[in-house]
């Protein structure tokens, strides 16, 4: 089975503060994803990434970086914290097979900033 | 933009029954849709994932159908059970997802 694990389930983080969200996928895959989730607005895409080193806007990339050194690792930075991050931050990886892009997530980061 | 709604936000049914969750999307240009299950404050198990060339998968209780050139996706579940209880996500796409904000189930026994 895929397994996609985050660094942490709760985080509550101060505002200014530089904030790292780490995911790691143990398959192999190509793709890795950060989305957020808030209520009424759904989950939105902040980055991703086809591979190491390389990175694409989502939809709401302003206030967040990412870096992917390693295939199995994607980060998702914080560079100063504020209250309207306060959010669920999700990962995901799938693989590029031509034929399916099939999407796995992990448990998901609570973040709250103060 | 791709635009994704789903249909009813919310519904609530006795347990036993079969019921469908409805998605539509915009843009016709996807590679596939997947359907997704979100239990309060955990993370997205992927239930389904239809290619653009298929038009139906079934898994067990589940069974989701595409119409891509009506911007259409069903999820049809048979003989619904409280362990049912959940969000479901609609999520059409290529490379990467455009997500529906969900249909809250709730089954009672």
């Known amino acids: 089975d895929v397994k996609v694990t985050q660094s942490s389930r709760y985080l509550v983080k101060r505002t200014g503060e530089k904030v790292f969200l780490e995911c790691v996928q143990d398959m192999d895959h190509e793709n890795m994803f950060w989305y957020r989730q808030d209520p009424g607005l759904g989950l939105r895409l902040i980055y991703f990434?086809?591979?190491?080193?390389?990175?694409e806007k989502g939809d709401i990339p302003e206030g967040y970086s990412v870096s992917r050194e390693k295939k199995e690792r994607f980060s998702l930075i914080l560079e100063s914290a504020s209250t309207n991050q306060t959010s669920m931050y999700l990962c995901?990886?799938?693989?590029?097979?031509?034929?399916?892009?099939?999407?796995?997530f992990g448990p998901g980061t609570r973040l709250t900033v103060t | 933009k791709q635009e994704v709604t789903q249909i009813p936000a919310a519904l609530s049914v006795p347990e036993g029954e079969n019921l469908v969750l409805n998605c539509s999307f915009t843009?016709?240009?996807?590679?596939?849709l997947q359907w997704f299950r979100q239990d309060p404050g955990k993370g997205l198990t992927s239930l389904l994932l239809i290619q653009s060339s298929q038009r139906e998968q079934t898994s067990g209780r589940l069974n989701a159908s595409l119409d891509k050139s009506s911007g259409r996706s069903t999820l049809y579940i048979a003989a619904s059970q409280p362990g049912d209880s959940a969000t479901y996500l609609c999520a059409p796409g290529y490379s990467t997802l455009t997500f529906g904000k969900g249909t809250m189930l709730l089954v009672s026994p």
């Open positions: 990434s086809y591979d190491v080193k390389m990175k």
């Open positions: 995901a990886s799938s693989i590029s097979t031509g034929q399916s892009y099939e999407q796995y």
């Open positions: 843009d016709s240009a996807i590679y596939n």
